[in-house]
């Protein structure tokens, strides 16, 4: 999230406490207020001894009292100094309990449609490698939105790894380090014809799946081949307005996906939308090609294809696409847990060549946590 909240957070003054003995009450000069739990502050405590130098747990929950609670606590200098009933002393930051506050504040997600092909989320190549902001506004477009172009990649083989490696780590699979996505005689996947492929994310049939994948244009001198890129948490969010029951029965039952070649035989069984533990949209699996034969009840098998067919007329919605051409040396990422790609039908004639790659979100997330901590 952009740094500024943050700072804001961080710069509202912590104006009094009270020990409630099982909680602790906290007013900012914001207006933000607290009630936090005698337990989670005693398992919180940041003092020498409850951790280690590196940050890390000394204790288990076991080791605290269950009847734990404070028996003083003051506010001095934007920082609360408090006892507890077992003796222990510790003094909390102001401003990591104005962050850390209770119920936890999450910010609003930015959902995208066609609109955002009107002023589409572009970087420079030359500019992320060498300008720490323009690789943290980079990083940080991926992560809101879960897709950004970046402009300048030599037209290289395999220099789409030189671009996972500029915040992460390369997620080998069987397709190897990266793939060459280009007709082939005897393809053993639909991605090596020419045919087009509607939106879906990739490697369904992966536990767990890859989070990123980088594709990265070295010729397009084909017809057709436009990609196309939608915001399957938009697309969800959409159904759950159209049709909640349909929500719920995708939501609520998994189905199978596989992959099979002569060197490999891939199956995972997975939702096509997760919910995270506040009932958001956390996770879109969506692969017309390697979706397997369902294994539902009987009983539900008709209401479940009725909402799979309206999801997939959903992500189908102009509304929804972005479409672009991809030039030589252009390369997208998509969060492949958000959002869904796929690319129009190629010309027969005239040669395209892609390459591809998978990374993994967490390497991406901390990379900008390093560049937003550092700028
Ligand atoms: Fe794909």
Same mark, same amino acid.
């Given at each position: 999230?952009? =740094?500024?909240?943050?700072? @804001?957070?961080? +710069?509202?003054?912590?104006l009094?406490? #009270?020990?409630?003995?099982?909680?602790?009450?906290?007013?900012?000069?914001?207006? +933000?207020?607290?009630?936090? $739990?005698?337990?989670?502050?005693?398992?919180?405590?940041?003092?020498?001894?409850?951790?280690? +130098?590196?940050? #890390?747990?000394?204790?288990?929950?076991?080791?605290?009292?269950?009847?734990?609670?404070? /028996?003083?606590?003051?506010?001095?200098?934007?920082?609360?100094?408090?006892?507890?009933?077992?003796?222990?002393?510790?003094?909390?930051?102001?401003?990591? @309990?104005? !962050?850390? +506050?209770?119920?936890?504040?999450?910010p $609003?997600?930015?959902?995208?449609?066609?609109?955002?092909?009107?002023?589409? $989320?572009?970087?420079?190549?030359?500019?992320?490698?060498?300008?720490?902001?323009?690789?943290?506004?980079?990083?940080?477009?991926?992560?809101?939105?879960? *897709?950004?172009?970046?402009?300048?990649?030599?037209?290289?083989?395999?220099?789409?790894?030189?671009?996972?490696?500029?915040?992460?780590?390369?997620?080998?699979?069987?397709?190897?380090?990266?793939?060459? /996505? %280009?007709?082939?005689?005897?393809?053993?996947?639909?991605?090596?014809? $020419?045919?087009?492929?509607?939106?879906?994310?990739?490697?369904?049939?992966?536990?767990?799946?890859?989070?990123?994948?980088?594709l990265?244009?070295?010729?397009?001198?084909?017809?057709?081949?436009?990609?196309?890129?939608?915001?399957?948490?938009?697309?969800?969010?959409m159904?759950?307005?159209?049709?909640?029951?349909?929500?719920?029965?995708?939501?609520?039952?998994?189905?199978?996906?596989?992959?099979?070649?002569?060197?490999?035989? @891939?199956?995972?069984?997975? %939702? &096509?939308?997760?919910?995270?533990d506040?009932g958001?949209v956390?996770?879109?699996? *969506?692969?017309?090609?390697?979706?397997?034969?369902?294994?539902?009840?009987?009983?539900?098998?008709?209401? *479940?294809?009725?909402?799979?067919?309206?999801?997939?007329?959903?992500?189908?919605?102009?509304?929804?696409?972005?479409?672009?051409? &991809?030039?030589?040396?252009?390369?997208?990422?998509?969060?492949?847990?958000?959002?869904?790609?796929?690319r !129009? =039908?190629?010309?027969?004639?005239?040669?395209?060549?892609? #390459?591809?790659?998978?990374?993994?979100?967490?390497?991406? !997330?901390?990379?900008?946590?390093?560049?937003?901590?550092?700028?």
């Amino acid at each position: 999230m952009p =740094a500024p909240a943050r700072s @804001l957070r961080d +710069a509202a003054l912590l104006l009094a406490v #009270q020990n409630r003995a099982a909680s602790l009450a906290l007013a900012w000069s914001d207006g +933000a207020t607290a009630e936090l $739990p005698a337990i989670w502050l005693r398992d919180n405590s940041p003092a020498p001894g409850a951790r280690h +130098a590196n940050g #890390q747990k000394l204790f288990d929950i076991t080791d605290i009292d269950p009847t734990i609670h404070i /028996v003083a606590a003051a506010a001095q200098g934007g920082r609360v100094a408090m006892t507890f009933s077992d003796g222990h002393e510790v003094e909390f930051e102001g401003a990591w @309990l104005h !962050r850390h +506050a209770l119920p936890r504040r999450v910010p $609003p997600r930015r959902l995208w449609g066609a609109d955002l092909g009107r002023n589409l $989320p572009a970087h420079e190549h030359v500019a992320v490698v060498s300008d720490a902001a323009a690789r943290r506004a980079w990083l940080a477009d991926i992560a809101e939105l879960g *897709f950004a172009l970046l402009r300048g990649v030599p037209v290289e083989s395999g220099a789409l790894l030189g671009v996972a490696e500029l915040f992460g780590h390369v997620r080998e699979t069987n397709y190897g380090r990266f793939f060459e /996505v %280009r007709s082939e005689p005897d393809p053993i996947n639909l991605a090596y014809t $020419p045919m087009g492929l509607s939106v879906h994310t990739d490697n369904p049939y992966r536990d767990p799946v890859p989070g990123l994948q980088l594709l990265h244009c070295l010729v397009a001198e084909s017809d057709g081949g436009e990609s196309v890129v939608v915001d399957g948490f938009r697309a969800a969010q959409m159904l759950a307005a159209e049709s909640g029951s349909d929500f719920d029965l995708l939501t609520r039952h998994a189905v199978p996906f596989r992959f099979a070649s002569a060197d490999a035989v @891939l199956e995972a069984r997975a %939702r &096509l939308i997760t919910l995270d533990d506040r009932g958001e949209v956390a996770e879109i699996r *969506f692969n017309n090609r390697s979706i397997a034969a369902f294994d539902l009840d009987v009983a539900v098998m008709g209401a *479940f294809y009725a909402a799979y067919r309206r999801f997939a007329e959903i992500l189908r919605r102009p509304a929804l696409e972005v479409a672009f051409r &991809l030039a030589p040396g252009e390369l997208f990422i998509v969060d492949n847990r958000r959002v869904l790609h796929g690319r !129009r =039908a190629i010309a027969a004639s005239g040669w395209r060549h892609l #390459q591809g790659c998978y990374a993994d979100m967490d390497g991406l !997330r901390s990379t900008l946590s390093l560049l937003e901590r550092d700028a």
